[in-house]
């Protein structure tokens, strides 16, 4: 997030930014507004008020700019400006008020400009600026903040925000005095607790800061949050993350800029920076195999043909190892990677009538064509599971339900088993195993997706999920938390976490990535992360950290 200093004094701001209300935007023709209170100055898109101890409350739904200037006002309200959904602009500087209640600005779904400059604001509750979508600028210039565990949440919100915000001053502790509350370091370590056995001794309690103590005591209020780490100023359809020589990659398909982009996990700076690039055309999947002291690079592509690629530590780069037969995959979908019997196989989902979803076997000098599953069919996804002990795969397919099938022993080669019913329609099945039980995703983009538990004899239904628009439902987990990312065409993609008691998914936040193709968990330096690939936006990268909610 960018912060910004202003420059002027704030006399001359305030003229600028009164200036400013009464051009936004500008009007063809200026008039009086009927019953424009005796305080204040109104045109037919703006009003100004000077000294006012209320906000103007019979006025147009269409008002694009308020400003309140010197104001009596204690507080902010919840919803106090509700009545002006069409406010672009919001301008309260050099008022008197001090707090800030959760959702004050709730219905302004459409502001884009919020100064609160010169206040005398004491308290911002964790929830004043939620529902604030459009929101580009913030100006939170002449307040001075506590920077203690109360200010953490705003912490986490400069650091999560994609606005510009002005830079926010510490007036205590000392250490912090005149510090940018964005520059404060040392939250993780004051805010949250590192080790729960401490519980146990009372002693080292009375010890530690008050703070501290009562957090400890009240272990349940630690909230796992997710919070933008990184933004990728590109497009991506897939990611695919793996460990070499004890460092962190990504691999990123990028199918409108032709690219495998290989990204390495910097120990020093603390995020990810590029490591190599593999050209193609119209790369959709980049999945890693690492076999011995060889890491192998699979790059789907839809034009061209498919390749396989190897570091080459000469080159100090990812070189052609062989190409993948044009004549059996014609559109890949999905790439995935499995062992059996200590065997490296990987199988390619193919998409197009023409092709065919094909199983390929690594033999010491390269990967060849080892099984075609059928035709016809075309297969979106393709997963591998272990059930009660034997290997499966999972083919899913938008012309028929997802069918199973079971690795045979004999022929050593995959036959079909059994289907999952009444499930049309499925773009992707993943499995993901929570207390020794095992669970299956299915991403449906019509109607809702499900997940299914297996109970020794079949998958059943435990949940339904509203998901129109849905291309992806990623389950992943960290820290014992256990969470569903389902991403959506139509609106805000949804993180769900598992709620132990109720043995569901609840919803726990919504994260705006623009069309969502796929979810991936990455974790390196004890810290974990998540990546969203974005087929028309910028691929994001979220944290998952550990707020303090006694606060």
Excluded at 29 to 56: H, M
Excluded at 344 to 370: C, M, Q, R
Aim: net charge neutral; proline share 3%; with cysteine.
């Amino acid at each position: 997030m960018a912060l910004r200093r202003g420059g002027g004094g704030a006399p001359g701001r305030l003229l600028l930014l009164l200036g400013a209300a009464c051009l936004i935007p500008p009007s063809a023709q200026v008039r009086r507004l009927a019953r424009c209170p005796a305080t204040c100055s109104c045109t037919k898109e703006s009003i100004i008020c000077v000294g006012s101890s209320w906000v103007p409350r019979i006025v147009p739904g269409d008002i694009s700019s308020l400003s309140l200037v010197n104001g009596t006002f204690s507080e902010i309200k919840d919803r106090m400006f509700s009545h002006l959904p069409s406010l672009q602009l919001l301008l309260l500087n050099s008022n008197s008020f001090t707090v800030i209640r959760d959702d004050a600005f709730a219905g302004l779904f459409h502001l884009e400009y919020l100064f609160i400059e010169g206040n005398k604001i004491e308290t911002i509750s964790r929830n004043a600026f939620r529902g604030l979508r459009d929101l580009t600028h913030l100006d939170l210039r002449g307040n001075k903040f506590e920077c203690d565990c109360k200010a953490k949440w705003l912490y986490l919100w400069l650091k999560m925000t994609n606005s510009t915000v002005s830079d926010v001053l510490c007036i205590s502790p000392p250490e912090y005095q005149e510090k940018k509350l964005n520059d404060v370091t040392s939250f993780d370590y004051e805010c949250t607790t590192t080790g729960i056995q401490n519980l146990y001794h009372q002693s080292l309690i009375f010890r530690i800061t008050l703070c501290f103590s009562f957090r400890l005591l009240f272990f349940k209020h630690l909230f796992p949050d997710f919070v933008v780490h990184q933004t990728l100023p590109y497009q991506s359809v897939s990611v695919d993350t793996f460990n070499s020589k004890n460092d962190v990659y990504v691999a990123i398909a990028q199918p409108s800029m032709e690219n495998c982009m290989v990204l390495e996990w910097d120990h020093i700076e603390m995020n990810f920076r590029s490591y190599d690039n593999i050209t193609g055309q119209s790369i959709v999947g980049c999945k890693a195999i690492l076999i011995d002291d060889q890491v192998f690079v699979v790059v789907a592509q839809l034009f061209g043909g498919s390749h396989i690629y190897r570091y080459d530590e000469s080159w100090t780069k990812f070189v052609k190892f062989q190409d993948i037969e044009v004549s059996r995959i014609s559109k890949p979908n999905d790439i995935e990677l499995f062992q059996i019997e200590d065997e490296k196989f990987f199988v390619i989902a193919d998409s197009s009538k023409a092709g065919l979803s094909t199983v390929y076997k690594w033999n010491s000098k390269g990967f060849y064509s080892y099984q075609s599953l059928h035709e016809w069919f075309r297969d979106t996804d393709a997963e591998f599971v272990e059930i009660d002990g034997k290997s499966h795969l999972i083919l899913s397919s938008r012309s028929q339900v997802p069918i199973i099938l079971q690795w045979n022993k004999s022929s050593k080669k995959f036959v079909p088993h059994s289907d999952i019913p009444n499930m049309e329609d499925v773009l992707a099945v993943k499995s993901f195993r929570m207390q020794n039980a095992l669970y299956l995703s299915l991403t449906r983009f019509i109607g809702d997706s499900r997940v299914m538990r297996w109970n020794s004899k079949q998958f059943v239904e435990i949940q339904a999920l509203p998901s129109r628009g849905a291309m992806t439902l990623q389950p992943f987990s960290f820290k014992e938390n256990h969470y569903l990312a389902l991403g959506s065409d139509y609106t805000f993609s949804q993180i769900y976490q598992w709620d132990k008691e109720k043995q569901l998914f609840k919803k726990f936040k919504e994260i705006y990535v623009q069309a969502p193709r796929s979810f991936t968990a990455v974790s390196t330096d004890r810290r974990d992360f998540f990546f969203a690939s974005s087929f028309k936006g910028k691929t994001k990268i979220f944290e998952h950290i550990i707020v303090d909610l006694s606060l």
